[in-house]
């Protein structure tokens, strides 16, 4: 008789503190390279991801046998609402017509699809003169985003701000002119061309954007200066003119300190620039300078770059520019108060060359860094900073 209640405390003891839940963490990864869309909940975690040695790269999934590659000139969206990469982007200097949207779990470590590409023979223009691709689905041409791709939370969708200048198929159909911004609703898994209440969106080719979560505004900055759509997500707002950048730039926002920095250039730089944004959206802000300190951080251009919101620093991997070509890349923390480069021992990958496909996951709290080409299958790999391992100590 004791035993039985002994065991019936047990299981009352083992639901009600999420028995369930720990037991369908235990899953690994699996080894279907791409799945079915399934709906994450808050407490859903992978050990293997919470685990991690720190201050290394560790190879989460290398999937072989998907439909796609993993194009340079792709950009990459954190969904922080599920928790998931949101991949989308196109090298079309090798002709290559992938306009699909690709989703990766942590979770479970599949990759998704969301819908199959457009053809070639369906791009051109509407009615008015803006470029559109698909049959009944309508879909954006396939283009370089670069770090012209960012997830917003309000609308639970991605923002495309991409300009497809290199897609050649403009010669065939030079009747669309117009390039808008697209917005990608997540939720329905359907395109629709943003209105920018009638007036012409700006266009960034090579450039970056970012969402700054204190004012609720997405930040889009290239040649033509800082522009800001705000929290009516209604109309974009040119903040400023100035610009201190080319192409192949990087942008994340820092929530520790309130601003944006920017790394890389097409000239290879190992400077950060830093822009504090005016509380209205659309209003000019400041830029800052920084020539770091700390460690030797090689100049680069098109690098990986995410902000770790836990330890309030940003990690990147450039390329190790000498000597030429790369030979390897290494991974660098910046810490912006002490305006300090720490490299990160024994954390070197091959050279990843042209790459703008790192975000931090906040439910893992760990980098997720994205890598592949034609001829190496689509990898992602995961790095989970210890600072005080490091030697780097930061306010809070």
């Not at 898994?189 to 700054?212: C, L, M, Q, V």
């Not at 109309?235 to 990087?250: D, S």
């Not at 790369?326 to 060359?353: H, Q, W």
Request: net charge neutral; with cysteine; proline share 8%.
């Amino acid at each position: 008789m004791r035993r039985s209640i002994v065991l019936a405390v047990i299981c009352l003891i083992f639901f009600a503190t999420g028995g369930l839940t720990a037991i369908k963490r235990t899953s690994s990864f699996s080894s279907g390279e791409e799945s079915r869309h399934t709906e994450p909940t808050a407490d859903r975690r992978n050990p293997r991801l919470l685990a991690l040695r720190p201050n290394v790269w560790v190879k989460i999934k290398e999937a072989r046998g998907l439909h796609w590659h993993r194009q340079a000139h792709a950009g990459i969206a954190y969904d922080s609402k599920r928790g998931r990469l949101l991949i989308f982007g196109s090298d079309t200097h090798g002709l290559d017509w992938d306009n699909e949207v690709h989703e990766f779990d942590p979770v479970t470590g599949t990759w998704t699809t969301h819908y199959q590409r457009a053809p070639k023979e369906s791009y051109r223009a509407d009615p008015a003169g803006r470029a559109i691709a698909g049959g009944t689905r309508l879909l954006p041409w396939a283009m370089h985003t670069f770090d012209n791709i960012i997830y917003d939370p309000k609308l639970d969708a991605i923002i495309v701000t991409a300009l497809p200048g290199h897609n050649p198929i403009q010669r065939d159909v030079p009747q669309a002119k117009i390039h808008p911004t697209w917005i990608y609703d997540l939720a329905r898994h359907d395109w629709r061309i943003f209105e920018n209440r009638g007036k012409p969106s700006p266009t960034f080719f090579a450039a970056a954007s970012a969402y700054d979560p204190h004012r609720d505004i997405i930040v889009a900055y290239g040649k033509n200066g800082v522009w800001e759509l705000g929290p009516e997500r209604d109309e974009w707002r040119k903040a400023t003119g100035e610009v201190h950048h080319e192409i192949h730039h990087n942008m994340d926002y820092d929530s520790k300190h309130r601003v944006f920095a920017v790394f890389g250039d097409y000239h290879n730089t190992s400077m950060v620039w830093i822009y504090k944004p005016a509380r209205v959206p659309g209003t000019r802000g400041t830029w800052e300078k920084k020539i770091p300190d700390g460690d030797p951080c090689p100049g680069d251009q098109h690098l990986p770059v995410a902000f770790d919101d836990d330890n309030g620093v940003f990690l990147l991997v450039p390329d190790n520019t000498h000597p030429s070509p790369p030979k390897s890349s290494s991974a660098f923390v910046y810490d912006l108060e002490t305006n300090r480069y720490t490299k990160i021992p024994g954390a070197d990958m091959p050279p990843l060359k042209m790459n703008y496909m790192m975000v931090y996951d906040k439910f893992h709290k760990v980098f997720l860094l994205v890598t592949g080409d034609h001829s190496n299958p689509v990898t992602v790999w995961a790095l989970k900073l210890d600072l005080e391992e490091l030697g780097i100590f930061v306010g809070h």
